[in-house]
């Protein structure tokens, strides 16, 4: 029986939790895809239509909770009002929030790419492309408002979001502070800096390495954690504020 694009992405939704509660009790390995498949109501083989394998699955949830954040990002409130770097600010705010009741499975995921860290390697980043994409239109929008300078790479910024956003996740795992208070100042000086670069154009002159911090150096630091912060205040207040 043909099943409609409203049932097909039901069952998505019900694996993806499923895998999710199942591999939080069990651990990753100990969880295959025959048990998650007979937790989530279907067919043996029937999950393999969806997800082939098991790393594809944990990737599949995090492909959701961007589609999720995506969505509830936009609907925020006021949200045409916001400028750039509130507009970012909110998008990783609400990733974070949604994964907060995750935060067990997540880092079982953490530790799962730890071993085997071809799985996150820029083609496979979930999410990548619907993140891009709306990452260029907020700059679009920064800069048809005159909010910030003409970024002349504006889709390498967008491409790189993903990559900030999963360093976000490492640092925001091994937060110990009240209320994940150091992430929340991390989020706040990283977003300020590039906003503050783009405002001045300067990015456009340090293209390629911005390119390398972010995605190297930045990400790195945010997961060792040790003295980020520091580094980031002492980079805001060098760009003038």
């Known amino acids: 029986m043909k099943t409609s694009k409203s049932q097909q992405e039901q069952t998505r939704r019900q694996i993806i939790r499923t895998a999710v509660d199942l591999m939080t009790e ?28 098991k790393e594809k699955l944990m990737l599949g949830y995090y492909e959701l909770c961007i589609e999720i ?8 409130p006021g949200f ?18 949604l994964l907060l009741a995750d935060r067990e499975f997540v880092a079982i995921t953490r530790s799962v790419v730890g071993k ?19 990452v260029v239109a907020f700059i679009d929008a920064a800069e048809l408002s005159g909010e910030i300078a003409v970024c002349d790479f504006k889709n390498m910024l967008g491409g790189l979001f993903a990559d900030y956003l999963f360093a976000v996740i490492a640092y925001w795992l091994k937060d110990e502070s009240e209320e994940f208070s150091d992430t929340t100042q991390l989020v ?19 293209s390629e390495l911005a390119g390398f911090l972010l995605r190297n150096q930045l990400s790195r630091l945010m997961q060792n954690g040790s003295g980020i912060l520091d580094m980031l205040k002492l980079a805001k207040r060098g760009l003038g504020k």
């Not at 009002?81 to 705010?93: A, H, S, W, Y």
């Not at 085997?116 to 993140?131: E, T, V, Y």
């Open 69 to 76: 954040v995506l969505e509830q990002t936009l609907e925020t």
């Open 116 to 134: 085997s860290p071809l799985l996150m390697m820029r083609d496979n980043m979930p999410g990548q492309q619907a993140l891009k994409a709306q």
């Open 188 to 206: 706040d000086l990283t977003l300020a800096i590039l906003v503050l670069a783009l405002k001045s154009g300067v990015v456009n002159k340090l």
């Open 26 to 53: 069990h651990g990753y390995d100990a969880s295959s895809m025959k048990q998650i498949a007979r937790a989530a109501g279907i067919g043996d083989a029937t999950i393999y239509k969806y997800f082939p394998t």
């Open 80 to 97: 045409d009002e916001f400028g750039l770097q509130e507009r970012l600010q909110r998008l990783v705010d609400a990733l974070l929030e």
